[in-house]
């Protein structure tokens, strides 16, 4: 992502993409805030300056790196950009062990078809765990806020997989899996248990507005912006 901080810090126009599936595109799990697309929008404006980038969100719900290829013309290529976010994942590891070759491939393809069309940089985001609900103990066996894999739905080894493709490719990568697998919360009296990452949750597979901030604080290093907004501190 050199070439894309560059132009950033030197106030040049720059143009980057999101394409991802539901957890990219803003929907009605945020309730109204904005994703973590928006957030790095207003990130990159609140340290870069206006005008200075161009984000464009090209997330579908339901989607996959196979179908994104269908629509990387449209939606990636003409834009002509510096920097593509790909953020897909969740819906692919639906197809289980036997799906993940294929899913590798098709990940490769279209970063093969987006760098010799664009000659841009990519950042890879894995996708975030499954989380269990309250009461998954009963019918799951997962502890409530748990990070788990159902069956039929390897999430682990699908990020596992991406992060290995983009070391291969040279590509920056966040692994959001992991870091969400392992986070710890500590709760001092049972009363204040929130059941770990459920509080990032709309539904066991689609962060809530408190999850994309954490993926916005996740990525933000990666742009050098800070990891809290101005409009965060209510202390003055």
Request: aromatic letters at 10%; hydrophobic letters at 40%.
């Amino acid at each position: 992502m050199k070439k894309t901080l560059a132009k950033l810090r030197n106030g040049e126009p720059a143009t980057i993409v999101a394409i991802g599936d539901s957890i990219t595109e803003n929907t009605f799990h945020t309730r109204g805030r904005m994703n973590w697309v928006s957030l790095l929008d207003e990130a990159i404006f609140e340290t870069y300056g206006n005008g200075v980038c161009q984000v464009i969100n090209s997330g579908k719900c339901g989607t996959t790196y196979e179908e994104a290829l269908t629509r990387i013309d449209h939606d990636v290529i003409k834009y002509g950009p510096d920097l593509v976010i790909l953020s897909f994942g969740m819906n692919d590891a639906g197809k289980g062990m036997d799906g993940i070759e294929a899913f590798k491939q098709n990940a490769k393809t279209l970063i093969s078809r987006v760098r010799e069309a664009c000659n841009c940089e990519f950042l890879v985001r894995t996708p975030n765990p499954q989380v269990a609900p309250p009461g998954a103990h009963i019918q799951l066996g997962a502890a409530p806020g748990a990070a788990f894999d159902p069956p039929g739905r390897p999430l682990k080894a699908y990020a596992a997989a991406l992060v290995d493709l983009a070391t291969e490719l040279n590509c920056e990568v966040v692994d959001h899996y992991t870091l969400w697998a392992q986070a710890k919360f500590t709760c001092h009296r049972p009363v204040s248990d929130h059941c770990g990452l459920w509080l990032r949750m709309a539904d066991t597979i689609h962060p809530n507005w408190q999850g994309h901030l954490t993926f916005y604080r996740e990525i933000a290093d990666k742009f050098d912006t800070p990891r809290y907004f101005p409009w965060e501190d209510i202390s003055k």
